[in-house]
């Protein structure tokens, strides 16, 4: 009887392989029926399987919301530069202000000819110094003229420049931050959709015996303790340490509970160092480094796509959340899953 009430309670659990199958998680053929799990070890690593699948989504949902940021920066620039180029535009009239009386003193001047020129200057004045000061005169006239007339003409086409390019970018800037938004929406949805199906296996969880449960959340150690250091990955390093135990949420970025990339974020917010709030995001900022170069702070990925990463502690050790119903704690990091890459973190 026992068997046959885990196999109905696993039948919503199922469920979910087909979602991710629809959603492209999973490459489980929708038209085959997976045998249902004949004991709880069963269940325990369909519920390991499926809280991976929801892993992958999570970090897909994190990094539209990293998209998300970015192009709402892209915007945030544009409005800046949209400001700037209204500046110089009013710049440029209140120029255009300044000299027209100038401007329109010699066009007329010009115009009337008598008084405006060098020929009448000779004319009317009553000796060689006399003429001296009037032609200065009007050669400063003239030059400012021609000064006022270029630096309008360039704060004008400085002006329409800078508001055409402030144009384009809030136009790029709004799309994609619509498309980044499209996407968050769609990802959340899916996930949401998965999480439904996984606290139907979690329910179940509940009836598993504390052995099964070990199978799932145990190992590691939740006091481990790494040398001080100086800079901004040891800093990262011991903020990291300092919330083992707490417990994973999805999506969640502290300061109470976290998931994995949401640790890492964490832990150099601390230091004063900003990363993505996804693996995915995560993955490509800094350095590239091998396994033996690793020194404490330095990422680690794992999983192909890239959906779990932990941080280098030192001793081949690394601190990680590493699922739903564990904590933050610290692993031999070779042990935490299957290796794709290493990063160093810029500070």
């Not at 519920?47 to 970015?70: F, G, I, W």
């Not at 000061?133 to 000064?147: C, F, H, Q, W």
Request: glycine share 6%; aromatic share 4%.
């Amino acid at each position: 009887m026992a068997s046959h009430r885990l196999k109905r309670s696993m039948r919503g659990a199922l469920a979910a392989t087909a979602v991710a199958a629809v959603v492209g998680i999973t490459a489980t053929p929708a038209s085959a029926d997976p045998p249902l799990p004949d004991n709880a070890s069963d269940a325990v690593k369909q519920l390991s399987d499926l809280q991976h699948e929801a892993e992958v989504l999570t970090e897909e949902y994190k990094k539209a919301e990293d998209d998300r940021a970015a192009r709402q920066a892209d915007l945030d620039r544009a409005n800046a530069d949209a400001d700037q180029a209204q500046q110089v535009a009013e710049s440029a009239r209140a120029e255009e202000d300044r000299f027209r009386g100038q401007v329109d003193q010699l066009t007329s001047a010009s115009y009337q000819g008598a008084r405006m020129n060098k020929m009448s200057a000779l004319l009317v004045s009553e000796s060689p110094n006399d003429f001296l000061d009037r032609a200065s005169a009007l050669d400063v006239l003239a030059k400012d003229n021609n000064e006022a007339v270029t630096s309008l003409a360039a704060a004008a086409d400085q002006a329409e420049a800078a508001e055409q390019r402030t144009q384009d970018a809030r136009a790029r800037a709004a799309e994609a931050e619509a498309e980044a938004a499209r996407i968050q929406d769609e990802i959340g949805s899916k996930k949401a959709a998965m999480e439904d199906q996984i606290s139907v296996v979690k329910d179940r969880l509940d009836e598993l015996s504390a052995a099964d449960r070990e199978t799932l959340t145990g190992g590691g150690q939740t006091d481990y303790e790494a040398p001080a250091g100086t800079g901004a990955a040891a800093e990262a390093v011991q903020a990291a340490l300092s919330v083992q135990g707490s417990p994973y949420v999805w999506g969640a970025k502290g300061p109470s509970s976290f998931d994995c990339s949401g640790l890492t974020y964490w832990a150099y917010e601390q230091a004063g160092v900003t990363l993505g709030g996804s693996t995915k995001t995560q993955v490509n900022e800094g350095k590239s480094i091998s396994a033996g170069q690793l020194q404490p702070g330095d990422l680690i990925f794992y999983n192909s796509p890239v959906s779990h990463v932990s941080m280098y502690v030192g001793n081949g050790k690394a601190v990680h959340a590493p699922t739903s119903g564990d904590v933050v704690k610290v692993d031999e990091y070779k042990d935490i899953g299957d290796v794709t890459s290493m990063r160093r973190p810029t500070a």
